[in-house]
């Protein structure tokens, strides 16, 4: 069935400093999604990628989807402590349903 | 976005009990609800779709008839655990997808089983 692997699992980053996560599927994706659940809540929708090789921004965050719609990366620009939570991505199944993948758990230290 | 109701945000229970949990939508029509499960520091993974008026669809391995879900209306769907043991702990989460493909998810119910 259809996989989807996120790297690193954790990441701690001093407040200021850059961060990536990864996202990897083993099939192509019509479209991937990301998102974000802070300690002790839900996920939150951040955005949704269409287009092979599109970039989106938001702030300080940049969204990208791979040529080849399989894979997916996002990276946050001068991390604030209020961007600490597990950044998630997901993709959709056969039946409508979302794989989320394995997540990124980010701690920004003061 | 949707607004997706969940009830309740915590339970403890005693083992071999069974708990309801409530999943409702509360400005949007849902044919469609799903319902997940998260381990501590885990992902999200799929337990069933819930499909309003018709059967639930399970994913492999997830036991219907220890996870009920029932969906008898476009608003409310509910995942019922059936004589419940503490390896079911877990955080439940429901969720709906809006008109253009994105989830919103309930505030979860976190399941302590004695």
């Known amino acids: 069935g259809q996989q989807v692997m996120q790297i690193p699992q954790y990441q701690h980053v001093q407040e200021g400093e850059d961060f990536t996560t990864y996202c990897n599927s083993s099939?192509?994706?019509?479209?991937i999604q990301w998102y974000k659940q802070r300690p002790g809540g839900h996920p939150v929708f951040l955005i949704q990628?269409?287009?092979?090789?599109e970039v989106k921004k938001q702030k300080r965050l940049t969204f990208q989807f791979g040529e080849a719609k399989k894979n997916s990366s996002l990276h946050i620009t001068a991390t604030q402590t209020t961007d600490v939570g597990t950044y998630f991505c997901a993709g959709p199944g056969a039946a409508r349903q979302l794989t989320f993948g394995s997540g990124t758990q980010l701690t920004v230290l003061p | 976005g949707a607004v997706v109701s969940q009830h309740p945000s915590w339970v403890i229970c005693k083992s071999g009990t069974s708990v309801k949990i409530e999943c409702r939508s509360l400005d949007f029509q849902a044919t469609t609800m799903f319902w997940y499960r998260q381990f501590p520091k885990q992902s999200l993974m799929l337990m069933a779709t819930?499909?309003?008026?018709?059967?639930?669809?399970?994913e492999q391995g997830v036991e219907k008839d220890k996870f009920l879900i029932n969906h008898a209306s476009l608003t409310l769907s509910t995942l019922t655990v059936t004589s419940a043991h503490p390896e079911d702990s877990s955080f439940y989460i429901c969720?709906?997808?809006?008109?253009?493909?994105?989830?919103?998810f309930g505030s979860g119910t976190q399941l302590s089983v004695l």
């Open positions: 990628l269409v287009k092979s090789g």
């Open positions: 969720s709906v997808f809006s008109g253009k493909e994105k989830l919103f």
């Open positions: 819930s499909n309003e008026g018709s059967k639930a669809t399970y």
């Open positions: 099939t192509t994706l019509s479209n």
